[in-house]
């Protein structure tokens, strides 16, 4: 499906950037922009170009507010259900949170319903002080899809999490980060070269330590609590890998020359 005009990926250098192009509705989303998600994550989880992808709206206005709620009400009017919907956004939801990639959400404004899920399926979040958020499927009769909500338990803990939806209430940036919610919030006018820092030093990074890492980091989520073949199967070809020989070198040049 590839990109559309209100939601489409950038290639800048090593990253990839989804940007979410819809301003004159608050870049809600419509029931076609949810497989459109979908395709556009898995497009640049398979881009040997790039190491990672950020999620960002267009400008700097307005992240996502959500589902186009008018949209859903035209389809109800016209007796058709929301079942079909529901699953386009868990599989939107889903491929990005199953990227091997590491992924950022950029949030600046309106984080809200959908919006606050498409972050939580991203590894980190980062906003500037205008980010406001709500998560309130209750007040529509849905739930937060499951992959966002297994990332949201893990950020804030299960009494937060249930906190913010069963009450739906708005909260600013700063709460945000005391919760676990954000990874880091920073000033509006900071936030364009604080963002290119982290993109940078995560860009650094051996990019299958941090794919290993984050795997390892879902299994953990899964409840596994002790290793197993798989996680020493990781280590020991990390340990016998390029990157640790590389990385290894490059500490002790760096020594010496202290």
């Avoid at 994550?41 to 008018?70: I, P, Q």
């Avoid at 739930?143 to 909500?149: D, S």
Wanted: charged share 25%; proline share 3%.
């Amino acid at each position: 499906m590839g990109n559309s005009r209100s939601l489409y990926l950038q290639r800048r250098g090593e990253v990839a950037h989804l940007i979410i192009d819809r301003p004159h509705r608050r870049n809600a989303f419509t029931d076609e922009m949810w497989p459109i998600l979908a395709d556009l994550a898995r497009e640049a989880d398979r881009d040997d170009r790039t190491k990672m992808m950020v999620v960002r709206g267009t400008d700097s206005t307005v992240f996502c507010a959500g589902a186009d709620v008018a949209e859903w009400a035209e389809r109800l009017s016209r007796g058709e259900g929301g079942a079909q919907n529901g699953e386009m956004v868990l599989a939107g939801v889903s491929a990005v949170a199953d990227m091997k990639k590491p992924t950022v959400a950029a949030i600046q404004g309106a984080c809200m319903g959908g919006g606050a899920a498409i972050s939580m399926a991203c590894d980190l979040r980062v906003a500037d002080r205008t980010a406001r958020f709500s998560l309130p499927p209750a007040r529509v009769g849905l739930a937060f899809p499951y992959a966002a909500l297994r990332s949201l338990v893990a950020a804030v803990g299960e009494a937060q999490a249930k906190w913010l939806l069963f009450t739906g209430e708005v909260f600013d940036a700063d709460r945000a980060v005391q919760i676990g919610f954000l990874s880091a919030v920073y000033e509006p006018q900071f936030f364009p070269s604080k963002l290119d820092e982290l993109l940078t030093v995560m860009c650094s990074m051996s990019q299958i330590s941090l794919q290993s890492m984050k795997a390892m980091m879902k299994m953990v989520a899964r409840g596994q609590t002790t290793d197993n073949r798989e996680t020493e199967r990781i280590w020991r070809e990390l340990a016998a890998g390029p990157d640790h020989a590389a990385g290894v070198g490059a500490f002790l040049e760096k020594w010496r020359r202290l």
